[in-house]
């Protein structure tokens, strides 16, 4: 059964800042409940399927990054803190670039960067594989986020479930845009001008600790945060851990900011 979309928040009800969540491909918005439940009671909690997953009908043809973007656009309200998971991370990015009213702070959460030709190979072969055979890629999906963690079985086979249950076709266009589309915000991060925050575990195969270096080096205003033990799906394994490091950036980004250190980093 497809969810409907979450209605708007409207401020002159609920004063209480809003906070967008957008996952990753092949995933949906109910990736965001173990994080959703430790932040409601401080925010306007907003989680949005994106074109292709979820409740929204599959995605045809070459999709693009911007054509992603505009998809989640309607559904985020001005001024909202923008928290992005990989895919979900790239679309961030591309709002706070393109529609920087409704980003009031951005957080890049298990993010590519810039690439290099080693990292580039690795994922455009994992696309590949995927086109050839989907069930196995799912699979070796799993076992890449989850192996070695305690996250609970039940946990780990709503993900495979959710995952399994993509049309491939539409899945494959978003993984394309995951791909490549890092290569095509590059040269713009540096027109990014919102308090950020780029974070990550320590043991992402895929979006590494060095991605989030770089991306919290490009961004003028980032912090990297980079939590001990974790791997890629790091809301879902450690949401503590993520959901204090998310309200701390939150609470410090209404102060006045250091210029002399932007790109620090931090563990948590």
């Given at each position: 059964m497809r ?5 708007l ?14 996952h ?6 109910t990736m ?36 992603l973007?505009?998809g989640?656009?309607?559904h ?7 928290v ?16 920087p ?18 990292e ?12 050839k ?58 027109d ?17 600790p ?9 961004l003028p ?5 980079i939590?001990?033990?974790a ?5 879902v394994?450690?949401p ?10 939150i ?18």
């Amino acid at each position: 059964m497809r969810r409907h979309q979450p209605p708007l928040p409207d401020p002159d009800q609920n004063p209480i800042q809003p906070l967008v969540l957008l996952h990753g491909v092949g995933l949906d918005r109910t990736m965001w409940e173990p994080v959703t439940a430790l932040l409601a009671d401080r925010f306007t909690v907003v989680a949005i399927d994106l074109p292709g997953h979820g409740a929204r009908p599959p995605v045809r043809g070459d999709v693009t990054l911007a054509e992603l973007a505009a998809g989640v656009a309607e559904h985020v309200p001005a001024g909202s803190h923008l928290v992005g998971f990989s895919l979900g991370a790239l679309v961030a990015q591309q709002l706070a670039l393109h529609r920087p009213e409704l980003t009031r702070t951005l957080t890049s959460v298990s993010s590519v960067c810039r690439r290099t030709p080693d990292e580039r190979a690795a994922v455009r072969a994992r696309l590949r594989a995927a086109e050839k055979d989907f069930e196995a890629s799912a699979a070796a999906s799993i076992e890449r986020w989850y192996a070695g963690t305690t996250v609970p079985d039940e946990v780990i086979d709503r993900t495979r479930a959710t995952l399994r249950a993509n049309d491939v076709d539409s899945f494959l266009g978003c993984y394309r845009v995951f791909a490549n589309a890092d290569a095509e915000l590059g040269p713009r991060l540096g027109d990014i001008t919102v308090p950020a925050l780029a974070v990550t575990g320590e043991n992402d195969p895929g979006s590494t600790p060095e991605m989030t270096h770089r991306l919290a080096a490009a961004l003028p205003s980032c912090r990297a945060v980079i939590v001990p033990g974790a791997r890629h799906m790091l809301p879902v394994e450690r949401p503590e851990a993520f959901a204090e490091t998310l309200t701390t950036f939150i609470a410090q980004s209404a102060q006045p900011i250091d210029e002399s250190a932007p790109g620090d980093t931090a563990h948590v």
